[in-house]
């Protein structure tokens, strides 16, 4: 997924490999998952449970809401917010789109007249507007357990949304203090959490309240950011205790993981550690392993046999192809769009005393 804020913003490189972690929790899900599996849950709540997937999505909005928050502050610009998040969403989406259903799709797809199909071009273009999204093309994967061709695309859209509520938040000088962005996070984490109590009872709420529990996630990093407070190893220590806690006696209170999770992410986020140079120094591929990790999963199932193998064995080559796919992604993609990225105009020094400007 997109985290990160474009060049405009510098970081602690500890961001990075949250990111590269995030992207292989997701694709670790998905290999329990697009071979017909089950996928087992890491943190069980007794009103909800997280998998490794979600969990992965959660790090995701933790740190993008960290970030493109502080890329606001950098340059309160709605206009430059807006081209820095479309530099840093759109390219590699297009061309992933684009290769999927023009080059893949005619290759792999069982459907007579493929490229006539008016479900080919609905698929391009649902998905090249984000929402409303769709997972199929005609005839591709339709034999796999899971037809599906790429199921991340819905996570685009919330973090679009959120993008959105930032930018609104920020023209209307909400960002310039944390107290409102509290507010906000609060609103989303409740409404949330009541639907996911209710989901214990209606399953078909449990999309709604992911998606309004991610806002939520993204709003409390970007009031950590926009607040003077920073998260230390004692608030880190704190919130893993509480977490643990209340997994421990499984309380009803998920809502707990927006605080938690948002400590401990950006407690790890900004450290600097000695070994991220090393993981880092390729480029980030988090964003390209994300958006095509799905895609190249699905492959492996249908053409190589990898379902049936163990799942560790599928999630170590699904992360390895995933990474790569992601690296060439950034290096001939993502990296070049952001090199044109609006910066903010710095304000030319005064003239010495006695020089005349003109």
């Known amino acids: 997924m997109s985290s990160g804020s474009g060049v405009d913003v510098v970081r602690p490189q500890g961001f990075d490999v949250l990111r590269i972690v995030a992207?292989?929790?997701?694709?670790?899900?998905?290999?329990?998952?697009?071979?017909?599996?089950?996928?087992?849950?890491?943190?069980?709540?007794g009103d909800f449970a997280f998998n490794?997937?979600?969990?992965?999505?959660?790090?995701?909005?933790?740190?993008?809401?960290?970030?493109?928050?502080?890329?606001?502050?950098?340059?309160?610009?709605?206009?430059?917010?807006?081209?820095?998040?479309?530099r840093r969403l759109l390219p590699a989406l297009v061309l992933m789109l684009l290769l999927v259903t023009?080059?893949?799709?005619?290759?792999?797809?069982?459907?007579?007249?493929?490229?006539?199909?008016?479900?080919?071009?609905e698929f391009l273009l649902r998905n090249l507007l984000v929402f409303p999204y769709t997972y199929d093309l005609p005839g591709v994967f339709d034999d796999n357990p899971l037809p599906q061709v790429n199921g991340v695309l819905w996570t685009l859209g919330v973090e679009v949304l959120a993008y959105t509520l930032l930018g609104i938040a920020g023209a209307l000088g909400w960002l310039r203090g944390w107290k409102v962005l509290a507010a906000v996070t609060t609103v989303f984490a409740l409404v949330g959490w009541r639907l996911i109590a209710g989901s214990v009872v209606d399953g078909a709420l449990v999309p709604v309240a992911l998606r309004v529990e991610l806002v939520a996630f993204f709003f409390a990093a970007a009031t950590v950011r926009a607040s003077p407070w920073r998260p230390g190893w004692r608030s880190a220590l704190l919130s893993t205790v509480?977490?643990?806690?209340?997994?421990?006696?499984?309380?009803?209170?998920?809502?707990?993981?927006?605080?938690?999770?948002?400590?401990?992410?950006?407690?790890?986020g900004t450290r600097s550690w000695p070994a991220a140079r090393h993981v880092?120094?390729?480029?980030?591929?988090?964003?390209?392993?994300?958006?095509?990790?799905?895609?190249?999963?699905?492959?492996?199932?249908?053409?190589?046999?990898?379902?049936?193998?163990?799942?560790?064995?599928?999630?170590?080559?699904?992360?390895?192809?995933?990474?790569?796919?992601?690296?060439?992604s950034w290096h001939l993609v993502e990296e070049r769009a952001l090199r044109g990225s609006p910066r903010r105009p710095v304000a030319s020094p005064p003239a010495p005393q006695g020089s005349s400007r003109r």
């Open 23 to 45: 992207a292989s929790m997701v694709i670790v899900s998905h290999a329990f998952i697009l071979p017909g599996g089950v996928e087992p849950d890491l943190l069980v709540f």
């Open 280 to 328: 880092t120094r390729f480029g980030d591929p988090s964003y390209g392993a994300y958006i095509y990790g799905f895609v190249v999963q699905q492959l492996l199932v249908a053409y190589a046999g990898f379902g049936d193998l163990p799942v560790w064995l599928f999630s170590v080559v699904s992360i390895v192809l995933g990474l790569g796919v992601g690296y060439a």
């Open 52 to 86: 490794i997937g979600r969990l992965g999505v959660v790090v995701f909005f933790v740190v993008s809401g960290y970030l493109i928050c502080g890329s606001w502050l950098g340059d309160p610009r709605p206009r430059a917010f807006a081209e820095k998040r479309a």
């Open 242 to 268: 509480v977490l643990a806690s209340v997994l421990l006696v499984q309380a009803p209170l998920s809502i707990l993981l927006v605080p938690g999770a948002t400590v401990v992410v950006l407690y790890l």
């Open 102 to 121: 023009f080059v893949m799709g005619p290759l792999v797809s069982t459907r007579p007249g493929y490229l006539l199909d008016p479900g080919t071009y």
